[in-house]
């Protein structure tokens, strides 16, 4: 039986390894791939997202760095990893249906997604708890991978322009 459970195992690895990636720890399970979000159409145009998260947090007035890395699983879905340094963030973004074209509330699906607060959503364990936490291996897995495989964006300090009214669509 142990001979099984072994042979499993090798099996697995090979076939990640063979599928072009092997993940490290992670926040999320299962990616199979990276994805360039500038080409996906969940995420084209992603810095207006950004711009608006900045903005509705008031923090426009200020340099701020971020990190984000696509991945896709074997049903074709997309999901990408966004680190703000800053605030000491990650968020687990399912992109949205309508690509923004300019600055806008089209570009605010980035403040209704998961977060996780890096300060306080993190534990020192070998297990995962039970609870609104992440094990710091995965999320320290996340980041590395996002050093590694994703896209590095510096916003500049801006002043958001305004907001188109619902008559001038």
């Given at each position: 039986?142990?001979?099984?459970?072994?042979?499993?195992?090798?099996?697995?690895?090979?076939?990640?390894?063979?599928?072009?990636?092997?993940?490290?720890?992670?926040?999320?399970?299962?990616?199979?791939?990276?994805?360039?979000?500038?080409?996906?159409?969940?995420?084209?145009?992603?810095?207006?997202?950004?711009?608006y998260l900045v903005a509705y947090s008031e923090k426009n007035n200020q340099a701020n760095n971020f990190c984000l890395v696509g991945y896709r699983w074997?049903?074709?879905?997309?999901?990408?990893?966004?680190?703000?340094?800053?605030?000491?963030?990650?968020?687990?973004?399912?992109?949205?249906?309508?690509?923004?074209?300019?600055?806008?509330?089209?570009?605010?699906?980035?403040?209704?997604?998961?977060?996780?607060?890096?300060?306080?959503?993190?534990?020192?364990?070998?297990?995962?708890?039970?609870?609104?936490?992440?094990?710091?291996?995965?999320?320290?897995?996340?980041?590395?991978?996002?050093?590694?495989?994703?896209?590095?964006?510096?916003?500049?300090?801006?002043?958001?322009?305004?907001?188109?009214?619902?008559?001038?669509?």
């Amino acid at each position: 039986m142990k001979c099984i459970s072994i042979f499993f195992v090798f099996l697995a690895l090979f076939t990640q390894v063979m599928a072009g990636e092997l993940f490290s720890p992670s926040i999320l399970s299962g990616p199979i791939g990276h994805v360039n979000l500038s080409k996906d159409p969940n995420f084209v145009n992603y810095e207006y997202d950004l711009m608006y998260l900045v903005a509705y947090s008031e923090k426009n007035n200020q340099a701020n760095n971020f990190c984000l890395v696509g991945y896709r699983w074997e049903d074709g879905k997309t999901r990408a990893v966004v680190h703000w340094r800053e605030e000491n963030l990650l968020f687990i973004w399912p992109g949205r249906d309508i690509a923004p074209e300019e600055y806008g509330k089209y570009s605010s699906s980035l403040l209704t997604t998961k977060s996780i607060d890096l300060n306080h959503n993190v534990v020192e364990r070998e297990d995962q708890m039970a609870m609104s936490t992440y094990l710091r291996r995965d999320v320290e897995g996340t980041l590395d991978d996002c050093s590694r495989h994703g896209t590095q964006y510096e916003l500049k300090p801006f002043t958001p322009p305004p907001e188109n009214s619902d008559d001038d669509w």
